[in-house]
């Protein structure tokens, strides 16, 4: 590979240099600004990330192109991805807008931190080396961190950046050490020249020492994921963050780790099935079950959703564990309707004020239904949608899941996945009993940003009228899997 | 059959959708006119509920009963590429409960005409939605359509017992939202297993393909099959949420769910467990005579010892659909013409049961038997009619009760004479606790002051329970009416499960 092309990834160049004329910007002209002139910052990264999604969408030629010398790889399944990614940032940041308004204004630097973010999970989408995996990884974790962090003048945000800090460096450690085990084992960074030793068309013969390699690899994504046994920094971070900063946790960079998680299993080491399979199933089994048991006694509803969030990265993980395209397939419907859902929860969750303070206990919802109808609607919607009640989104995300999950023959794992399932049903009933069946105490405050408003009304339709047209996402869904298998 | 240009069954189906919608997003409140909303969210819901019972009208007299197959077929394209499609169609058996059904919801509505004052808007909206489900899981001929509707049937009937019902509703609505949703997630599995080994979700292509599987795969699939099912029946021993939805839901509540939702486990079996899964179906036969002749039996001597009216008859719907299960599980003509004919007249019966309670209940605001007694001195109207869903409930010759039990013990007999009789000892105890119940609330003296000022039927209540007597006894001295349609479609399946 002697010439050094660059345009596949011309999307994440944009973004980078684009960064850079934000924090610009930024330092010289909005530091010292009031709300307006941070809503510019705002809505100047939007357009920014709009565009780096056109081109993203255009430049898909349908073939896996290579780009910087092996490092990047473009195909179908990076753009699918980054595309739910992208929109999952858009939509975080409209919803930002209602935070300018309060009395005690977010830093300007949490557009840029996003954005900044968005670029590092690009790169990991599309990481084609376990160079650009790691690079991207930690740029897209070193924003986080600042970004918990940012609610300064909060005891709870301080200490859980520090969590999450400690907790991330650590597993990107382990992550990096696993990395260099396979280097050392195996001789190359390369996931080409790896699939060429471990791929699915090769007889998996592993050394120990690559296959220790792997495992921290896997163990480290499994942090990023916030897989049970490494999912203790989650609810933590949920609850600390403020709430614009959760919503995008709770969205993008879930997404962009699992997908991440499905290109370095099922792409360099697809020969290693059998071997990284018992894993998964665990991971699965184990998430799934934690996640539906620890939300039961949740009060603060962050914390609630961090716990379905672990519950749903164990589903997403199903379709992993199913080990085929279909399975991946499976993922990505999963990912996208799971980015849906969080989206909405959590725009419904921003409008969670009571005398222009943020509030976030459950039963500060209680009543919801005879104050503010619309938003108790639609955040029954959302909570059916996540439990996987037919007709909302996350009923088709679950169906397929299990597809493919029976069609590999792992019937315990589905079986574990429906009844967790039951049990989760039971936290989101609590959600729509609190709005819905409980007395009106303390209404919460009726107005709120336009901008929340729409992104819980177009999260909630899409989530209610899914059912009508799903087609088009099957299908790009499927043709991302394949793309990678 | 005459041709008819527009989709009629589709309609059916969605027009309380829309009737829900229109309430929803139309019928508003302006500050200080509550009431006039409220009125209007009644009035249009019991407008499209009504206009719906005229289509489905339709369908009945459109529906040629010698015409072998679904009728009023429609099938376009849903989830392209992955052949699930939106097919619905109706035989002899699903016609009546879509009839069923949208002749209890404007009963259900006008029940619920007073008695409910709070949040009256959503309230109907939920019944729309309801009856749209309810429909499409009674008209589904794709599985994935099936379950959709089926599972979907949950949301509404949970807001419904949780927001609208008695004190301990919250209790109520879990109990039934989760038995049911852990019994659907077993069939969920069952439904992607055959999708992927069969390739289709199409239940008649189905019918072709699934009794091919061995033997192995059928158990399995059945059983699955019967959890999610047998919690919607609901048989022995998973029918503990019924009685607290029924104590706890409101009376319209209680209504739509004895009347309707019950029978969706029942048509569960008859659609899919049996025409599918044929093998197993026979192999199972003492599973399902075992369990329901359980039913009868145990839950008859429940019902015995009841001090709650609501509960009682809650009881007692358990044990007539043991006599369901048992028709249904013979196999023959009989039996499962008797069984069906037992859903449809349960469906009136114990419905109208529902409503008497529930105007006791708006009159004394307890369902205690003992605080009853002596009605029949200030409330004659209300005892008369009483007595004849009473006598019905016990199946009493020219009432509709007596042709379904007398169907399903004749089936039943030819089968097994062990179950017949055993089976039999339950209308003797159903005779007995109704009878007690009804005289102990009816007949005597009364005995309480608060009873003296008990006021006799209203007008509404009236034509709501005369209606149903009526629909009581016709099917009772004419029951043709409704077997003669479904003769073919019995036959079809017969043959069907025999393969």
Request: hydrophobic content about 55%; some cysteine; proline content about 3%.
């Given at each position: 590979?002697?010439e050094?092309?660059?345009i596949?990834?011309?999307?994440?160049?944009?973004?980078?240099?684009?960064?850079?004329?934000?924090?610009?910007?930024?330092?010289?002209?909005?530091?010292?600004?009031?709300g307006?002139?941070?809503?510019?910052?705002?809505?100047?990264?939007?357009?920014f990330?709009?565009?780096?999604?056109?081109?993203?969408?255009?430049g898909?030629?349908?073939?896996?192109?290579?780009?910087m010398?092996?490092?990047f790889?473009?195909?179908?399944?990076?753009?699918?991805?980054?595309?739910?990614?992208?929109?999952?940032?858009?939509?975080?940041?409209?919803?930002?807008f209602?935070?300018?308004?309060?009395?005690?204004?977010?830093?300007?630097?949490?557009?840029?931190?996003?954005?900044l973010?968005?670029?590092?999970?690009?790169?990991?989408?599309?990481?084609?080396?376990?160079?650009?995996?790691?690079?991207?990884?930690?740029?897209?974790?070193?924003?986080?961190?600042?970004?918990?962090?940012?609610?300064?003048?909060?005891e709870?945000?301080?200490?859980?950046?520090?969590?999450?800090?400690?907790?991330?460096?650590?597993?990107?450690?382990?992550?990096?050490?696993?990395?260099?085990?396979?280097?050392?084992?195996?001789?190359?960074?390369?996931?080409?020249?790896?699939?060429?030793i471990?791929?699915?068309?090769?007889?998996g013969?592993i050394?120990?020492?690559a296959?220790?390699?792997?495992?921290?690899?896997?163990?480290?994504?499994?942090?990023?994921?916030?897989?049970?046994?490494?999912?203790?920094?989650?609810?933590d971070?949920?609850?600390?963050?403020?709430?614009?900063?959760?919503?995008?946790?709770?969205?993008?960079?879930?997404?962009?780790?699992?997908?991440?998680?499905?290109?370095?299993?099922?792409?360099?080491?697809?020969?290693?099935?059998?071997?990284?399979?018992?894993?998964?199933?665990?991971?699965?089994?184990?998430?799934?079950?934690?996640?539906?048991?620890?939300?039961?006694?949740?009060?603060?509803i962050?914390r609630?959703?961090?716990?379905?969030?672990?519950?749903?990265?164990?589903?997403?993980?199903?379709?992993?564990?199913?080990?085929?395209?279909?399975?991946v397939?499976?993922?990505?419907?999963y990912?996208?309707?799971?980015?849906?859902?969080?989206?909405?929860?959590f725009?419904?969750?921003?409008?969670?004020?009571?005398?222009?303070e943020?509030v976030?206990?459950?039963?500060?919802?209680?009543?919801?239904?005879?104050?503010?109808?619309?938003?108790?609607?639609?955040?029954?919607?959302?909570m059916?949608?996540?439990?996987?009640?037919?007709?909302?989104?996350?009923?088709?995300?679950k169906?397929?899941?299990?597809?493919?999950?029976?069609?590999?023959?792992?019937?315990?794992?589905?079986?574990t996945?429906?009844?967790?399932?039951?049990?989760?049903?039971?936290?989101?009933?609590?959600?729509?009993?609190?709005?819905?069946?409980?007395?009106?105490?303390?209404?919460?405050?009726?107005?709120?940003g336009?901008?929340?408003?729409?992104?819980?009304?177009?999260?909630?339709l899409?989530?209610?009228i899914?059912?009508?047209?799903?087609?088009?996402?099957?299908?790009?869904?499927k043709?991302?899997?394949?793309?990678?298998? | 059959?005459?041709?008819?240009?527009?989709?009629?069954?589709?309609?059916?189906?969605?027009?309380?959708l829309?009737?829900?919608?229109?309430?929803?997003?139309?019928?508003?409140?302006?500050?200080?006119?509550?009431e006039?909303?409220?009125n209007?969210?009644?009035?249009?819901?019991?407008?499209?509920t009504?206009?719906?019972?005229?289509?489905?009208?339709?369908?009945?007299?459109?529906?040629?009963?010698?015409?072998?197959?679904?009728?009023?077929?429609?099938?376009?394209?849903?989830?392209?590429?992955?052949?699930?499609s939106?097919?619905?169609?109706?035989?002899?058996?699903?016609?009546?409960?879509?009839?069923?059904?949208?002749?209890?919801?404007?009963?259900?509505?006008?029940?619920?005409?007073?008695?409910?004052?709070?949040?009256?808007?959503?309230y109907?909206?939920?019944?729309?939605?309801?009856?749209?489900?309810?429909?499409?899981?009674?008209?589904?001929?794709?599985?994935?359509?099936?379950?959709?509707?089926?599972?979907?049937?949950?949301?509404?009937?949970?807001?419904?017992?949780?927001?609208?019902?008695?004190?301990?509703?919250?209790?109520?609505?879990?109990?039934?939202?989760?038995?049911?949703?852990?019994?659907?997630?077993?069939?969920?599995?069952?439904?992607?297993?055959?999708?992927f080994?069969?390739?289709?979700?199409?239940?008649?292509e189905?019918?072709?393909?699934?009794?091919?599987?061995?033997g192995?795969?059928?158990?399995?699939?059945?059983?699955?099959f019967?959890?999610?099912?047998a919690?919607?029946?609901?048989?022995?021993?998973?029918?503990?949420?019924?009685?607290?939805?029924?104590?706890?839901?409101?009376?319209?509540?209680s209504?739509?769910l004895?009347?309707?939702?019950?029978?969706?486990?029942?048509y569960?079996f008859l659609?899919?467990?049996?025409?599918?899964?044929?093998?197993?179906?026979?192999?199972?036969?003492?599973?399902?005579?075992?369990?329901?002749?359980?039913?009868v039996?145990?839950?008859?001597?429940?019902?015995l010892?009841?001090?709650?009216?609501?509960?009682?008859?809650?009881?007692?719907?358990?044990?007539?659909?043991?006599?369901?299960?048992?028709?249904?599980?013979t196999f023959?003509?009989?039996?499962?013409?008797?069984?069906?004919?037992?859903?449809?007249?349960?469906?009136?019966?114990s419905?109208?049961?529902?409503?008497?309670?529930?105007?006791l209940y708006?009159?004394?605001?307890?369902?205690?038997?003992?605080?009853?007694?002596?009605?029949?001195e200030?409330?004659?109207?209300?005892?008369?009619?009483?007595?004849?869903?009473?006598?019905?409930?016990i199946?009493?010759?020219?009432?509709?009760?007596?042709?379904?039990?007398?169907?399903?013990l004749?089936?039943?007999?030819?089968?097994?004479?062990?179950?017949?009789?055993?089976?039999?000892?339950?209308?003797?105890?159903?005779?007995i606790?109704?009878l007690?119940?009804y005289?102990?609330?009816?007949?005597?003296?009364?005995?309480?002051?608060?009873?003296?000022n008990?006021?006799?039927?209203?007008?509404?209540?009236?034509?709501?329970?005369?209606?149903?007597?009526?629909?009581?006894?016709?099917?009772?001295?004419?029951p043709?009416?409704?077997?003669?349609?479904?003769?073919?479609s019995?036959?079809?399946?017969?043959?069907?499960?025999?393969?």
């Amino acid at each position: 590979m002697t010439e050094f092309i660059i345009i596949p990834a011309l999307p994440e160049i944009f973004l980078a240099l684009a960064i850079m004329v934000l924090v610009i910007i930024g330092v010289f002209k909005i530091s010292h600004g009031d709300g307006k002139k941070r809503a510019f910052l705002y809505k100047l990264t939007m357009i920014f990330l709009i565009i780096t999604g056109v081109l993203v969408f255009y430049g898909d030629h349908g073939t896996p192109e290579v780009a910087m010398g092996g490092m990047f790889i473009l195909d179908k399944f990076a753009v699918f991805v980054k595309i739910v990614i992208l929109a999952a940032a858009v939509f975080v940041l409209t919803m930002s807008f209602d935070t300018l308004r309060l009395k005690e204004k977010p830093c300007f630097e949490f557009s840029i931190l996003l954005a900044l973010s968005v670029c590092g999970m690009m790169v990991m989408v599309s990481a084609n080396d376990l160079m650009s995996l790691y690079m991207g990884l930690e740029l897209q974790s070193l924003s986080l961190y600042v970004m918990t962090a940012l609610n300064r003048t909060n005891e709870k945000s301080s200490e859980a950046a520090l969590k999450y800090f400690m907790l991330g460096a650590l597993a990107s450690g382990i992550l990096l050490y696993g990395c260099s085990l396979i280097y050392g084992f195996s001789g190359t960074t390369n996931f080409t020249r790896l699939e060429a030793i471990y791929g699915s068309d090769v007889a998996g013969e592993i050394s120990i020492g690559a296959l220790m390699g792997l495992i921290l690899v896997i163990v480290g994504l499994c942090f990023k994921v916030s897989a049970v046994p490494f999912h203790m920094w989650t609810p933590d971070v949920y609850e600390g963050a403020s709430k614009q900063v959760t919503a995008f946790f709770a969205t993008a960079p879930k997404v962009a780790a699992l997908a991440l998680f499905v290109r370095f299993t099922s792409q360099p080491f697809g020969g290693l099935l059998p071997e990284w399979q018992q894993v998964v199933i665990f991971v699965a089994i184990a998430s799934m079950i934690v996640g539906s048991f620890g939300a039961l006694a949740q009060h603060n509803i962050k914390r609630l959703i961090a716990y379905s969030s672990i519950g749903h990265a164990g589903f997403i993980l199903i379709g992993l564990a199913a080990g085929n395209s279909e399975g991946v397939q499976a993922s990505l419907i999963y990912m996208a309707i799971y980015m849906m859902m969080n989206i909405g929860v959590f725009a419904c969750i921003l409008l969670m004020k009571r005398h222009d303070e943020h509030v976030e206990k459950i039963s500060d919802l209680s009543g919801l239904n005879r104050t503010n109808p619309m938003f108790a609607f639609v955040m029954a919607v959302l909570m059916f949608s996540m439990a996987g009640v037919p007709p909302m989104a996350g009923f088709f995300g679950k169906f397929f899941v299990l597809k493919a999950a029976l069609h590999s023959e792992l019937y315990g794992l589905a079986i574990t996945g429906v009844l967790a399932s039951v049990v989760s049903a039971y936290y989101y009933l609590r959600v729509i009993k609190i709005m819905y069946f409980d007395p009106t105490k303390d209404p919460l405050d009726k107005e709120a940003g336009r901008e929340t408003k729409i992104v819980v009304l177009v999260a909630g339709l899409l989530n209610l009228i899914f059912f009508i047209f799903p087609a088009p996402l099957f299908d790009a869904a499927k043709l991302a899997a394949e793309s990678l298998m | 059959m005459v041709e008819i240009g527009i989709p009629i069954l589709s309609a059916v189906i969605f027009l309380p959708l829309v009737g829900a919608f229109f309430v929803f997003i139309f019928v508003r409140s302006h500050v200080g006119k509550q009431e006039s909303v409220d009125n209007n969210a009644r009035n249009v819901t019991l407008w499209v509920t009504s206009v719906n019972l005229l289509l489905s009208l339709v369908l009945l007299f459109s529906f040629d009963s010698n015409k072998n197959g679904f009728q009023f077929e429609e099938k376009i394209s849903w989830i392209e590429g992955y052949n699930i499609s939106y097919h619905i169609g109706i035989d002899g058996i699903s016609l009546f409960f879509i009839l069923l059904t949208t002749f209890l919801m404007p009963i259900c509505i006008l029940a619920s005409w007073k008695s409910i004052k709070n949040q009256v808007r959503e309230y109907m909206v939920s019944f729309l939605v309801l009856e749209t489900l309810v429909i499409g899981v009674f008209s589904a001929l794709d599985f994935v359509l099936f379950y959709f509707f089926f599972e979907a049937s949950l949301i509404p009937m949970f807001l419904i017992i949780g927001i609208w019902g008695a004190e301990k509703r919250v209790y109520a609505a879990f109990k039934f939202f989760l038995y049911t949703f852990l019994g659907s997630v077993m069939l969920l599995l069952a439904l992607i297993y055959i999708y992927f080994q069969a390739g289709t979700t199409d239940i008649p292509e189905l019918m072709k393909i699934v009794p091919g599987f061995s033997g192995n795969e059928q158990i399995w699939l059945w059983l699955a099959f019967l959890a999610s099912f047998a919690v919607k029946v609901p048989m022995w021993p998973v029918h503990t949420w019924l009685p607290d939805a029924h104590v706890q839901a409101p009376t319209a509540g209680s209504v739509i769910l004895a009347g309707v939702l019950l029978k969706l486990g029942a048509y569960g079996f008859l659609r899919l467990s049996l025409p599918l899964l044929p093998y197993a179906s026979h192999y199972f036969v003492p599973l399902i005579y075992g369990l329901s002749v359980v039913a009868v039996i145990y839950t008859s001597l429940v019902a015995l010892m009841q001090t709650d009216i609501k509960k009682l008859i809650a009881y007692s719907s358990i044990a007539h659909m043991g006599f369901v299960t048992i028709g249904i599980f013979t196999f023959n003509r009989q039996g499962l013409e008797g069984a069906i004919f037992q859903m449809l007249s349960h469906g009136f019966v114990s419905s109208a049961l529902f409503l008497c309670v529930g105007v006791l209940y708006d009159r004394m605001h307890t369902k205690e038997i003992a605080k009853y007694g002596g009605l029949v001195e200030r409330m004659p109207k209300f005892a008369l009619l009483f007595m004849v869903f009473t006598m019905a409930s016990i199946g009493l010759p020219a009432t509709s009760g007596f042709v379904g039990e007398f169907l399903v013990l004749t089936g039943a007999f030819i089968d097994s004479t062990t179950v017949a009789a055993l089976a039999a000892t339950g209308v003797i105890l159903g005779a007995i606790y109704m009878l007690w119940l009804y005289k102990r609330v009816v007949f005597g003296k009364i005995t309480r002051d608060e009873l003296k000022n008990i006021w006799d039927l209203e007008k509404q209540e009236v034509i709501i329970l005369v209606l149903l007597a009526v629909m009581v006894l016709l099917l009772g001295i004419y029951p043709n009416f409704v077997l003669g349609p479904m003769h073919l479609s019995v036959e079809n399946l017969i043959t069907q499960v025999s393969k």
